[in-house]
């Protein structure tokens, strides 16, 4: 493998890394908040399998790089991280951590669908693994939607709003990033393009059939570098024990 491919596909783990790692702190934050008790161990156990996902893609960096995991997860700053603004964004109340579980469940689908037919033999075998659970993950998501969507008038409303803030935020999960040609002409990674033609035929007819309208386009961020003002926050939170000592022993 030669050094821009190195350096390509390492930057696209790492951003699926990033994602798992930041959506998975982000529905944490529910434990002990959700609206129903079941909720609340159903979410628990996706942010644990977002997690672990996580640990897989940074298994595969550590891989190429030999960065520690841990090291990868406590020890950077928000500007050497690779997640979408979509999974930055704070909590807000249930109709939007479901409509945006909703909208990266939809992505992560896509990509690992086309992943597993990757020439790259890990990242093959890593998104065969993930697949059932996230399966899992579209179908939780896509209930809690359609049901919110389609209930009250408040319930509606609320999932209105969620979407006029979530979608200019989707357009980062599949912009081009350097390298990105290199990926696809070894057989590595998938097109963003098609995959983005592939993720709209799903949500969108999903969306109007729950009386939900996207707005009229607005540019959102597209380089991963471009964070929103909320990582900073999320990550002092979740590194603060790891900073303590840095050359503590778990």
């Known amino acids: 493998m030669n050094d821009a491919l190195h350096t390509a596909l390492t930057n696209r783990l790492l951003a699926s890394a990033d994602d798992e790692l930041i959506l998975a702190h982000r529905n944490a934050e ?8 079941e909720e609340d161990i159903a ?6 399998d977002e997690l672990g996902h996580g640990t897989i893609w940074y298994g595969l960096v550590e891989a190429l790089t030999g960065d520690d995991p841990d090291r990868l997860a406590f020890f950077r700053d928000a500007s050497q991280f690779c ?27 896509t990509l ?9 033999q890990p990242a093959a075998d890593a998104a065969v693994r993930m697949r059932n659970e996230e399966i899992y993950h579209y179908r939780h998501s896509s209930v809690w939607v359609r049901r919110l969507a389609l209930g009250t008038e408040e319930s509606h409303r609320r999932m209105q709003r969620a979407l006029n803030e979530l979608w200019p935020l989707t357009g980062q ?17 998938p097109d963003f393009d098609e995959m983005k033609q592939s993720w709209m035929s799903v949500v969108m007819p999903f969306l109007e059939q729950g009386e939900l309208v996207v707005s009229d386009l607005v540019d959102g961020p597209v380089d991963r570098s471009e964070h929103s003002g909320h990582l900073n926050g999320l990550l002092a939170d979740m590194q603060m024990v790891a900073r303590a000592d840095r050359e503590a022993v778990w």
């Open 30 to 37: 529910w434990t002990g908040h959700a609206p129903i008790l």
């Open 173 to 189: 999960l599949f912009s081009a990033q350097p390298g990105d040609e290199i990926l696809m002409a070894a057989g590595y990674w």
């Open 83 to 109: 997640s979408a603004q979509l999974v930055e964004q704070p909590r807000g109340d249930w109709a939007f951590t479901m409509l945006r579980q909703y909208l990266f469940d939809a992505y992560e689908l």
């Open 43 to 48: 979410l628990a156990n996706i942010a644990q």
């Open 112 to 120: 690992l669908a086309r992943l597993a037919g990757s020439a790259y």
